[in-house]
């Protein structure tokens, strides 16, 4: 049985965490540091075992030298290396790097991607172990182990190849309510480097050269954000996403919701000022922060006001969380906008009905429109996350969708916006067998190795026209996109959303669907660049 069967000689075992790689600066994660891993590291250590963070988009020169001089630095038992699947192909890249210069350490995959696909995991990667769902119980499990010499395999919550090359998983449950806390109150605050990545953004973004105070400041207020998570998974199910189902696939079963309550957010709000005084936004990381029936929201805010008031939270302190769009009311914006919610996010996903009935959201449709129109009202900013197309979509559901999109745009909401569904692992449309005619794969392959594989990367509408529609619109998009990075820093998602719908405009009117006025389009996305305006007209002006 590979390296698992084998017992270590270590007293005092010490580990090292590796958080996913993203070279791409924040394509494919958050520009901050990996919460999930860093929380993980705090459970360690308050349990008495050495341990490190390694943060490859946070470090001095290439992350492949610098990972070198970690693993040269110290004696590492066990090194985990976090996984999801966008940046997969990057974080096996290290984990052959940890194989190369640590042959007798214990390498153990985590994260989304090895949870679902295990197997890949050990045919792509030199792991030992694979960890299912959250890290704290299996890793402290196989800590003791090797502090007490005892063999390495049979830890629930793990998945570990036999002798014979079969795959051995052993499932756990979920964290409960008060080790969820427990856990969440171990994250080392502390020691995560915020504010190299605020530096390291305020000059990617060029800040200090943004032509108005008024947007200066709107940028650091952006930039100097730490993130909380406050809830163990979303419920909701819906059809593309797969974190729904992480702890289900650890678990195999459904596993209960747990989260902090409104006087636990507080002290973890309290917390993080202590640790990070210069911050500017708290960002509830929570897929759902808000629910229908929802006992924390109104407390928690009266609790944030309170505490404003008594100088334990600063005045100027703002937050962003991510909510039910059917779980808003006017109360609730209301007492959100006075606690100091400036971006609410709401994953609308289309406007379509049918589209959202596809996506196992059909109930949030009627309560768009008016929520969104209370949320303005209020003085809150809604961020909506949409899907272009999705399976079943027809011409007429995207066009929808772009025009919805332009019009609640003008109206003062930001939106993120992808072309398609991405096959993400666990997700039902992922699974589902008579969609894999339409999903697109991409070679992948692995710096420095020899492996390589095909990875899912795009489910396509299966309507014809709809899908060469939509490849068509990405195409354009992407040739619009280049000259524009090549002259702004940073391209916030406002914008990338306005070129979207500004290379949707000539192909959908082709197909006889007016989407909006060019000319309107285009003013509208010079107006949000962020550079001087003589100069911004000049660039838009040059992608047409």
């Not at 009935?357 to 949320?375: D, G, W």
Request: one cysteine or more; hydrophobic letters at 45%.
């Amino acid at each position: 049985m590979g390296n698992i069967g084998l017992v270590k000689n270590a007293n005092s075992p010490s580990v090292l965490l590796i958080g996913p790689y993203d070279p791409n600066c924040g394509e494919y994660t958050f520009l901050a540091p990996p919460l999930g891993v860093w929380r993980l590291a705090g459970v360690l250590e308050s349990a008495g075992v050495e341990t490190r963070v390694f943060d490859p988009n946070c470090c001095c020169g290439p992350p492949q030298r610098a990972l070198e001089r970690e693993l040269l630095g110290g004696a590492w038992d066990v090194i985990g290396v976090s996984t999801t699947g966008m940046t997969l192909r990057f974080d096996l890249e290290l984990a052959h790097i940890v194989r190369r210069v640590t042959p007798k350490a214990l390498i153990v995959a985590g994260g989304m991607e090895a949870t679902f696909r295990p197997e890949l995991m050990f045919e792509l990667g030199p792991f030992d172990l694979v960890v299912l769902g959250e890290g704290e119980r299996p890793l402290l499990e196989l800590v003791r182990r090797l502090r007490t010499r005892q063999p390495l395999n049979g830890i629930a919550g793990t998945v570990e190849r036999t002798r014979e090359g079969k795959m051995l998983s052993i499932p756990q449950l979920a964290l409960n309510r008060d080790e969820l806390r427990d856990a969440i109150y171990s994250t080392p605050y502390e020691k995560m480097p915020y504010e190299e990545y605020w530096q390291r953004l305020e000059s990617a973004y060029r800040v200090g050269a943004l032509p108005s105070k008024a947007a200066r400041e709107a940028h650091l207020a952006e930039i100097r954000s730490v993130r909380l998570i406050t809830l163990n998974y979303c419920p909701m199910g819906c059809t593309f996403c797969s974190a729904t189902n992480f702890l289900h696939e650890a678990q195999g079963d459904v596993a209960a919701v747990a989260r902090l309550g409104a006087d636990e957010c507080l002290i973890m709000i309290e917390r993080i000022v202590a640790a990070h005084p210069r911050v500017r936004t708290i960002i509830f990381q929570d897929d759902i922060f808000t629910f229908t029936r929802d006992r924390r929201i109104l407390p928690l805010c009266e609790g944030i006001i309170a505490g404003k008031s008594s100088g334990r939270i600063p005045e100027h302190l703002q937050f962003i969380s991510t909510n039910r769009i059917d779980a808003m009311s006017a109360e609730r914006l209301t007492a959100m906008r006075r606690a100091g919610f400036r971006v609410l996010g709401f994953g609308i996903e289309s406007f379509a009905p049918k589209v959202l009935r596809e996506f196992n959201k059909a109930q949030i449709h009627r309560h768009i429109q008016p929520m969104l129109s209370a949320a303005l009202a209020t003085g809150v900013t809604p961020f909506l996350d949409l899907i272009l197309s999705s399976p079943h979509a027809t011409l007429e559901d995207v066009a929808l969708t772009l025009r919805e999109a332009y019009r609640w745009l003008r109206e003062g909401c930001e939106i993120g916006m992808y072309p398609y569904v991405i096959p993400f692992s666990g997700a039902a449309l992922a699974r589902d067998a008579a969609l894999v005619p339409h999903t697109h794969y991409a070679r992948r392959h692995v710096a420095g190795t020899e492996v390589g594989w095909d990875q899912p990367v795009k489910i396509l509408p299966i309507d014809p026209i709809v899908k060469d529609a939509i490849l068509r619109i990405e195409c354009t998009f992407e040739a619009m996109l280049a000259p524009l990075e090549d002259r702004v820093a940073h391209l916030p998602s406002r914008v990338r959303s306005l070129l979207w719908i500004l290379s949707s405009l000539s192909i959908m009117a082709e197909l006889g669907q007016h989407i909006a006025d060019e000319s309107e389009v285009r003013a509208e996305l010079y107006a949000r660049l962020p550079m001087p305006r003589v100069e911004s007209t000049r660039l838009v002006a040059a992608t047409a």
